[in-house]
């Protein structure tokens, strides 16, 4: 069993910056990618960012440019600094671990991100 415990979320200005982190631990697949998934309510949940095993990134549209995601594989650790954020970033943010063998999900808890004045 892998469990994930992400940090980081809270209540931000537009414009401002979060970091999110999110630590493995357990069973963790040797060759995973990891990344953020985001939700708000009546809404499918959506890919926000993904790193691979190799380091290979992928991002949401809406987020390029201003949302950067990286991870720390000695630590099983993956982070994503959030940028210039908008009212629209507002979300309910999932950490995710994907077995890359088998495309398994592994999920966080979440951690709330509200964009507001």
């Known amino acids: 069993q892998v469990q994930l415990v992400e940090s980081g979320g809270g209540l931000v200005q537009p414009g401002g910056s979060l970091r999110l982190s999110c630590a493995a631990s357990?069973?963790?697949?040797?060759?995973?990618?990891m990344g953020w998934y985001r939700q708000v309510p009546g809404i499918r949940r959506e890919l926000v960012a993904l790193?691979?095993?190799?380091?290979?990134?992928n991002y949401a549209d809406s987020v390029k440019g201003r949302f950067s995601i990286s991870r720390d594989n000695v630590k099983n650790t993956v982070f994503l600094q959030m940028n210039k954020l908008k009212p629209e970033d507002t979300a309910v943010y999932y950490c995710?671990?994907?077995?890359?063998?088998?495309?398994?999900?592994?999920w966080g808890q979440g951690t709330q991100v509200t964009v507001s004045s």
């Open positions: 995710n671990l994907k077995e890359e063998s088998t495309w398994y999900d592994y």
């Open positions: 790193i691979g095993s190799g380091g290979r990134t």
């Open positions: 357990g069973s963790i697949p040797s060759i995973h990618a």
